[in-house]
């Protein structure tokens, strides 16, 4: 649909940027905190671990007083569960609560919302030992775990996100580090175990902080058929809803997708739901969609005779699945240096068939290019790539608010560099560069991009900012 004049962003809009605890942190064995799986996990070859990463924990004020420069209204990070409860259950870290507590003082002494992410991939190492969301108790575990949160930090705190991108663990949990299934089945019994741990904070939620909000955090994107072929459009219906509607239709509606259920019936991967487990997922009520986009996806269709295909990278990661879809390349997207194909019109899409599916508010969560960079010969990092990337993405969200979706906020990753999740420190995303290598880390100088400042003029004007660069 074509638009004469674009409405304008909300003044209240929430200009954000975001991280995660294990990607930014560091400090991954100090002041009481314990080990996730995160910090045991073994990334690829020449690639670093989460150790130190930018070493946010101990440069926080620093980082944040950049934010405030960059002009953030607000700021998404997570809580690394075991800094806060070192053995994931049991005794909480005085120490770990009062890092959270100084960050979140420190981003509202700068009038930056915080809004936090309850948990990003980090599960303490504990849990992980016992089964991690195998085990049905993981779901009173991290009830509780929300409930430490809330007591200490939902007096500040209005925004909650409860798991980011589920959807991508199950999926992908061997490429996340995060996966300790033993099958197809037991990889559903933790999506269903996730989903209703993600209900009761829900529920908490509301009972405990009636003025917060708090929604799920998928990642979502459309998908297209690689024809106009029948069979390819069903596999693009096939696809969007074992990747995207699984997981929100079971948030938002409290029910299992008919279509992706029907999957793990013909798979033998139903998972076992106990008396009373709907009725949770029913009286969960999120308040708004939360959601990360980074590309769209092209599938044809998969005779069912062929052989299951998976990544070179990531044997884990599924590919092609007999009689459900195959991913294909799309010719028509250029693509980052990382191989991610580009789609900023996809980006609107989505914004369009989420609010159309499930009437919520929406904020974008993660949303950004990495790419190769070091400090050029005048100290600085001109990253003019970007910066188109964004002005593509953010003037196709415009579009899609002029459409009548909702959006009252843009988080793009990442605020600062960080440690990619398998690309290691190569691949950077942030605004601020870090001068570090991937095994040196130099002097962990935080070196303002010229994205910084285009983003900085951006939030200052609440528009994109005129360039010669065409849209």
């Known amino acids: 649909m074509y638009h004469k004049q674009l409405k304008p962003f909300p003044k209240d809009f929430?200009?954000?940027?975001?991280?995660?605890?294990?990607?930014?942190?560091?400090?991954?064995n100090e002041d009481g905190k314990g080990p996730s799986t995160q910090d045991v996990f073994t990334p690829p070859e020449g690639t670093t671990d989460f150790k130190v990463t930018c070493d946010h924990y101990h440069h926080m004020e620093e980082d944040v007083r950049l934010f405030a420069e960059m002009g953030l209204k607000a700021y998404r990070f997570s809580i690394a569960w075991s800094r806060v409860i070192p053995e994931g259950r049991g005794k909480v870290n005085e120490k770990g609560i009062a890092f959270y507590n100084r960050l979140i003082d420190e981003l509202l002494k700068y009038n930056i919302e915080p809004i936090v992410t309850m948990f990003h991939f980090d599960l303490p190492l504990t849990l992980a030992k016992e089964g991690g969301w195998s085990k049905r108790s993981i779901i009173e575990d991290y009830k509780n775990y929300a409930r430490v949160l809330f007591e200490n930090f939902g007096d500040r705190v209005k925004y909650w996100l409860t798991i980011n991108e589920q959807n991508m663990m199950i999926l992908h949990g061997g490429l996340i580090g995060t996966a300790t299934a033993t099958g197809l089945k037991d990889i559903y019994q933790q999506n269903h175990h996730m989903l209703l741990a993600q209900a009761e904070a829900m529920i908490l939620c509301h009972e405990m902080l009636p003025?917060?909000?708090?929604?799920?955090?998928p990642n979502i994107s459309n998908v297209y058929p690689a024809s106009n072929k029948a069979e390819d459009c069903l596999a693009a219906e096939n696809w969007t809803s074992i990747r995207n509607w699984l997981y929100l239709d079971a948030a938002v509606k409290g029910i299992y997708n008919?279509?992706?259920?029907?999957?793990?019936?013909?798979?033998?991967?139903?998972?076992?739901?106990?008396?009373?487990?709907?009725?949770?997922?029913?009286a969960a009520k999120p308040?708004?969609?939360?959601?990360?986009?980074?590309?769209?996806?092209?599938?044809?269709?998969?005779?069912?005779?062929?052989?299951?295909?998976?990544?070179?990278?990531?044997?884990?990661?599924?590919?092609?699945?007999?009689?459900?879809?195959?991913?294909?390349?799309?010719?028509?997207?250029?693509?980052?240096?990382?191989?991610?194909?580009?789609?900023?019109?996809?980006?609107?899409?989505?914004?369009?068939?989420?609010?159309?599916?499930?009437?919520?508010?929406?904020?974008?969560?993660?949303?950004?290019?990495?790419?190769?960079?070091?400090?050029?010969?005048?100290?600085?990092?001109?990253?003019?790539?970007?910066?188109?990337?964004?002005?593509?993405?953010?003037?196709?969200?415009?579009?899609a608010i002029t459409d009548g979706v909702e959006v009252f906020g843009y988080s793009p990753w990442s605020a600062i560099d960080l440690v990619s999740t398998h690309e290691g420190f190569r691949k950077r995303?942030?605004?601020?560069?870090?001068?570090?290598?991937?095994?040196?880390?130099?002097?962990?100088?935080?070196?303002?991009?010229?994205?910084?400042?285009?983003?900085?003029?951006?939030?200052?004007?609440?528009?994109?900012?005129?360039r010669t660069v065409n849209r």
Not at 14 to 28: I, P, R
Not at 211 to 217: F, H, L, N, S, T
């Open 429 to 466: 995303y942030g605004f601020i560069y870090v001068n570090r290598d991937e095994f040196d880390l130099l002097d962990m100088r935080r070196v303002p991009k010229d994205s910084f400042y285009w983003y900085q003029q951006l939030i200052r004007g609440n528009q994109i900012p005129e």
């Open 287 to 399: 308040d708004f969609i939360a959601f990360n986009y980074y590309n769209s996806t092209t599938v044809a269709a998969a005779d069912p005779e062929a052989e299951l295909k998976t990544d070179k990278f990531d044997k884990k990661k599924v590919v092609s699945e007999p009689g459900v879809y195959q991913a294909v390349e799309n010719p028509n997207f250029a693509k980052t240096p990382f191989g991610w194909e580009i789609d900023p019109v996809g980006f609107r899409i989505t914004l369009r068939q989420l609010y159309d599916r499930y009437h919520l508010p929406l904020i974008v969560t993660e949303n950004g290019i990495g790419l190769y960079e070091e400090l050029d010969a005048d100290g600085k990092v001109h990253d003019d790539l970007r910066i188109q990337f964004y002005e593509a993405h953010i003037w196709e969200m415009q579009k």
């Open 211 to 217: 003025d917060a909000k708090i929604g799920p955090a």
């Open 258 to 282: 008919p279509t992706a259920w029907a999957y793990l019936k013909e798979n033998n991967a139903t998972p076992d739901i106990e008396p009373g487990d709907m009725d949770i997922l029913k």
């Open 14 to 28: 929430l200009w954000s940027a975001s991280t995660s605890a294990y990607q930014v942190e560091g400090a991954w």
